[in-house]
């Protein structure tokens, strides 16, 4: 739940896609708003990236999706 109220949409507070790119010393969240449509990236430690990375999908619940739903 923490993840998700963290990386909310700026604009209208609503739930974000989110992608973690580059290596861990240097890796950022692209975040994508599907309700208003702003995108925003932000600079992630490598904990924060080794936390999304691994943590994988939430449900829009907060709640982490099982393996086998992740997209690929």
């Given at each position: 739940m923490?993840v998700?109220?963290?990386l909310?949409?700026t604009?209208?507070?609503?739930?974000?896609e989110?992608?973690?790119?580059?290596v861990?010393?240097?890796?950022?969240?692209?975040c994508?708003?599907?309700?208003?449509?702003?995108?925003r990236d932000?600079?992630?430690?490598?904990?924060?990236a080794?936390?999304l990375?691994?943590?994988?999908?939430?449900?829009?619940?907060?709640?982490?999706l099982?393996?086998?739903?992740w997209?690929?």
């Amino acid at each position: 739940m923490l993840v998700r109220a963290s990386l909310a949409c700026t604009s209208c507070l609503a739930d974000v896609e989110w992608e973690v790119r580059g290596v861990a010393e240097e890796a950022e969240a692209h975040c994508s708003c599907p309700a208003c449509g702003a995108q925003r990236d932000l600079i992630l430690s490598p904990e924060q990236a080794l936390r999304l990375r691994i943590g994988g999908r939430l449900a829009s619940d907060g709640w982490p999706l099982p393996p086998d739903v992740w997209p690929l």
